[in-house]
């Protein structure tokens, strides 16, 4: 049976079958051919797939994103994080990157968040002289740090499958989130001062204080989630909700950038993406019924613990596996697939479940991004105009300061988790 639906899956994904039909077909198509299993038992895990209290907060975050760049709020942000880091050396750059990180803690969305700075920093940075590889890699990799910083959807996904607490993941992806950005930004640095880019000229105090204003009730945004989570004033799933509505209020009668017009679009957006993310979770959730129904996980889980002694091991083929499977998978689909499988292993191993957590979704970060199917390098594409083969030295480079970032993350737990365990 199990041979049957991996031969399946990857005849319907090699054949350009969109993800969610491949995984649920194959997995019907399986059970037509080789079981007397009632098909109606698929149909039920299709829908209580998506009966899940942790799943609630995606439509919310997701409409908060939305409201959050159409609104005028990553335009304040990119101007206070110009004023911040603009006359270091790769100030413009740096923007890039620390603007990438505050829009990723307020949107949750990858590509989001590549949209929203990207047509804002790519043309000034090639007014200062970057290469334009250089700027389409940094984008591409600026972007996929929204998959790490809380509200991460990828980071409510791995919860909702493993019951790990959504609120600590979200703790744990501030203290990661910081270490993958750090990376690039010393990256940017040194490659601005080897080729004496252009800077900014600094922020006079008046100036500092006039954009932390107007971007204050953006910059608000993540403490207020993070802030009632652990306030016990709500819970995450509350947060999102109350995220979308403190966006609505500041776009609509503070900024006063957002019409009534604008928000039925917003809310059409909001929707079909929420319906694609939501359609991917189902179907995955009826491969995993499968797996597990032929004993995948377990004997996979038996066979890891049998001949992988050490979780320093583990940890490195897991972040092996995952960077591969990033090249062709997008995030959501991976963590219900790997997720399950690697879980019982790891907790077997005595590897904390949260910093499990934080590792899966910063190699998945990276996958975005990585050739030749990661999202975020069709999104820069398209702002960009390059090709591929254009944008790849900058892809490269960032792929690798981001791997570093990575193993920092997998074998010094400290590094991220010490938010948590400070709360």
Known sequence: MITVLIVLIFIFLFSSTPIFVSLGLASFATVLLTTDINPMILIQRLFGGLDQFALMALPFFILAANIMEVGGLSKRILDWARAMVGHISGGVAMTSQVSSMFFGALSGSSPATVVAIGKIMYPEMI????????????????????????????????????????????????????????????????????????????????????????????????????????????????????????????????????????????????????????????????????????????????????????????????NVVLLVLGMFMEGVAAIIIVAPLIFPTAMAMGIDPVHLGVIMISNLAIGMYTPPFGINIFVTQGITGLKMGEMMPGLLRFFAVNVLALLVITYVPDASLFLLRLL
């Open 127 to 318: 007014r200062g002289k970057y290469h334009n590889w250089f700027a389409a890699g940094l984008l591409a990799s600026a972007g996929s740090v929204s998959l790490i910083i809380p509200p991460s959807i990828t980071l409510i996904i791995f919860g909702s499958v493993t019951g790990v607490s959504v609120g600590q993941l979200f703790i744990a992806g501030i203290g990661a989130g910081l270490i993958y950005g750090l990376s690039s930004i010393i990256y940017i640095y040194f490659y601005a001062r080897k080729h004496n880019l252009e800077r900014d000229k600094r922020a006079t105090r008046q100036e500092l204080l006039s954009t932390t204003y107007k971007a204050g009730w953006a910059l608000l945004i993540p403490v207020i989630i993070l802030g009632g989570i652990y306030g016990g004033i709500f819970t995450p799933t509350e947060a999102a909700g109350v995220s979308a509505v403190y966006a609505l209020l500041i776009s609509m009668f503070v900024y006063k950038e957002m019409t009534v017009k604008k928000l039925y679009r917003v809310c059409i957006d909001s929707g079909i993406l929420t319906a694609q993310v939501l359609v991917l979770v189902a179907a995955a959730q009826v491969l995993g019924w499968m797996l597990t129904r032929g004993q995948v996980p377990q004997t996979i889980a038996g066979w890891m613990t049998s001949t992988i002694e050490s979780p320093f091991m583990f940890l490195m083929i897991l």
